[in-house]
């Protein structure tokens, strides 16, 4: 199985930029499509994005689409958020998540999917 840490996250400006990774480590990196998630106080987890085992294709949420973007490293086991123009509605405990695929080019959208967890990263944004 493979465990995940997230890191990256803290205070920042409204109309900032933050880049949290997630680095992977007891598994084979590539085996696992990624997805990034997240929660706010009294909200449930969202979806935020996901990116396919290869990296070639990634898909975002409505909420995050074209500020939000997923890629990943697989020679360094990680895979990153980039969150730019941010806003005070994308604080939150941010969450990467692996989902162990056949498929090389599928991305999940569906928490359910997700066998593995990271300990999540807050992501605070703030004047």
């Known amino acids: 199985q493979v465990q995940l840490v997230e890191s990256g996250g803290g205070l920042v400006q409204p109309g900032g930029s933050l880049r949290l990774s997630c680095a992977a480590s007891g598994d084979t990196f590539s085996s696992y499509a990624m997805g990034w998630f997240r929660q706010a106080p009294g909200k449930e987890r969202e979806f935020v994005g996901a990116?396919?085992?290869?990296?070639?294709?990634?898909d975002s949420a409505d909420s995050v689409k074209g500020r939000f973007t997923v890629s990943r490293d697989n020679a360094r086991n990680t895979v990153y958020l980039q969150m730019n123009r941010l806003g005070p509605e994308d604080t939150a405990v941010y969450y990467c998540?692996?989902?162990?695929?056949?498929?090389?080019?599928?991305?999940?959208?569906?928490?359910?999917?997700?066998?593995?967890w990271g300990q999540g990263t807050q992501v605070t944004v703030s004047s």
């Open positions: 998540a692996a989902a162990r695929s056949i498929y090389t080019e599928a991305y999940y959208r569906v928490r359910s999917r997700y066998a593995y």
């Open positions: 990116i396919t085992r290869s990296g070639n294709s990634a």
